[in-house]
């Protein structure tokens, strides 16, 4: 309080449902930034963030690399 200010978060879904990989499963996104933002006065959440899974054979191809 003493300091009046918000810290920017970003929500982590995990899309892939990677043991290996934290973040919040797809389906409870939308449920865990509403309670982040109705319980965390301090927190100015400014989106979401992800990392998909490695391709295949480990080829990037031009569309992964631009998604």
């Known amino acids: 309080d003493r300091l009046n200010c918000e810290l920017p978060v970003l929500v982590e879904a995990n899309i892939d449902n990677e043991p290996q990989k934290a973040g919040v499963p797809t389906d409870e996104v939308l449920p865990f930034a509403r309670w982040?933002?109705?319980?965390?006065?301090?927190l100015s959440l400014r989106?979401?963030?992800?990392?998909?899974?490695?391709?295949e054979g480990g080829v990037v191809d031009e569309a992964y690399e631009r998604s």
């Open 36 to 42: 982040v933002k109705e319980n965390c006065p301090r």
């Open 47 to 55: 989106g979401v963030m992800c990392i998909p899974k490695w391709p």
